[in-house]
C-alpha cells in the first residue's frame, strides 16, 4: 500500500510555541505510522490580513495559492493550533480564509476532501477545547474537510513535554499515537 502524503503544521509561529511542538510530536508519529510528512511554518507563507476589497484588486496572494496547492498534493493534514482568547490565532484563520478563496483547479477546488486531524495546546486547563471547536468548524466548512473524530487537546502544555519534545504522561502520549494512526489509514483510502 501507498504512503499518504500529510502536512502537518502549527496555528502559531512563535520561537518555541507549544502548538509548534505538538506539531513536530505529530509529525514524527504519522512518519512513524508511515505516512510522507511535510512540515511547514506559516511563517513561510506571509499573507495580509484577509479583505474582499483587498482581493478583488490585487487578486489571491502568491502564497495563498502556493499554500492550497501543497493541500491539494496530500491527502491529509495535520494542524496543531494554540488557543488565543478562547479561539483560533489570526495567523491561522488568516490563512485558511486566504486558502478557501482559491477556487481554481484542474478537478475544481484542489484542497477539498482531505482528511484532517486536529490537535491543540493551552497553558490552562482545558487544553484549547474552546479553539478546537472553532476549528473544528472552519476547516468542515472553509476547506470541505473530512474530519477524523479523534482530537488532542494538552492542557497545561508548558508543563506536558519533556527535553526531547515528547509528551511526559502516557494518556495524551496513546491519544496522540492513535489519532495518528487513524489519520494515516484514512489518508492512505485516499491515495490507494
Same mark, same amino acid.
Given at each position: %500500500?501507498?504512503?499518504?502524503?500529510?502536512?502537518?503544521?502549527?496555528?502559531?509561529?512563535?520561537?518555541?510555541?507549544? !502548538?509548534?511542538?505538538?506539531?513536530?510530536?505529530?509529525?514524527?508519529?504519522?512518519?512513524?505510522?508511515?505516512?510522507?510528512?511535510?512540515?511547514? !511554518?506559516?511563517?513561510?507563507?506571509? %499573507?495580509?490580513?484577509?479583505?474582499?476589497?483587498?482581493?478583488?484588486?490585487?487578486?489571491?496572494?502568491?502564497?495563498?495559492?502556493?499554500?492550497? *496547492?501543497?493541500?491539494?498534493?496530500?491527502?491529509?493534514?495535520?494542524?496543531?493550533?494554540?488557543?488565543?482568547?478562547? !479561539?483560533? &490565532?489570526?495567523?491561522?484563520?488568516?490563512?485558511?480564509?486566504?486558502?478557501?478563496?482559491?477556487?481554481?483547479?484542474?478537478?475544481?477546488?484542489?484542497?477539498?476532501?482531505?482528511?484532517?486531524?486536529?490537535?491543540?495546546?493551552?497553558?490552562?486547563?482545558?487544553?484549547?477545547?474552546?479553539?478546537?471547536?472553532?476549528?473544528?468548524?472552519?476547516?468542515?466548512?472553509?476547506?470541505?474537510?473530512?474530519?477524523? &473524530?479523534?482530537?488532542?487537546?494538552?492542557? +497545561?502544555?508548558?508543563?506536558?513535554?519533556?527535553?526531547?519534545?515528547?509528551?511526559?504522561?502516557?494518556?495524551?502520549?496513546?491519544?496522540?499515537?492513535?489519532?495518528? +494512526? *487513524?489519520?494515516?489509514?484514512? !489518508? +492512505?483510502?485516499?491515495?490507494?
Amino acid at each position: %500500500m501507498k504512503s499518504p502524503k500529510i502536512l502537518v503544521f502549527a496555528g502559531s509561529s512563535r520561537t518555541g510555541a507549544l !502548538s509548534g511542538k505538538l506539531a513536530a510530536l505529530a509529525a514524527k508519529e504519522l512518519a512513524v505510522a508511515d505516512a510522507e510528512v511535510t512540515r511547514i !511554518s506559516l511563517a513561510d507563507y506571509p %499573507m495580509p490580513i484577509y479583505n474582499g476589497d483587498l482581493e478583488k484588486e490585487k487578486g489571491i496572494p502568491e502564497n495563498a495559492v502556493r499554500l492550497a *496547492h501543497l493541500i491539494a498534493a496530500q491527502q491529509g493534514v495535520f494542524i496543531a493550533t494554540p488557543e488565543y482568547n478562547n !479561539s483560533l &490565532p489570526p495567523l491561522l484563520k488568516n490563512a485558511i480564509d486566504w486558502v478557501s478563496r482559491n477556487k481554481s483547479g484542474p478537478n475544481g477546488i484542489p484542497y477539498r476532501n482531505k482528511v484532517y486531524g486536529i490537535g491543540s495546546t493551552s497553558d490552562g486547563l482545558i487544553g484549547g477545547a474552546r479553539a478546537l471547536i472553532d476549528l473544528r468548524r472552519v476547516v468542515l466548512t472553509a476547506v470541505g474537510a473530512i474530519l477524523i &473524530p479523534e482530537k488532542i487537546e494538552i492542557s +497545561r502544555a508548558q508543563e506536558a513535554f519533556d527535553e526531547s519534545g515528547e509528551l511526559v504522561a502516557e494518556p495524551p502520549a496513546k491519544l496522540l499515537k492513535a489519532l495518528c +494512526r *487513524h489519520l494515516v489509514d484514512l !489518508s +492512505r483510502r485516499l491515495a490507494d
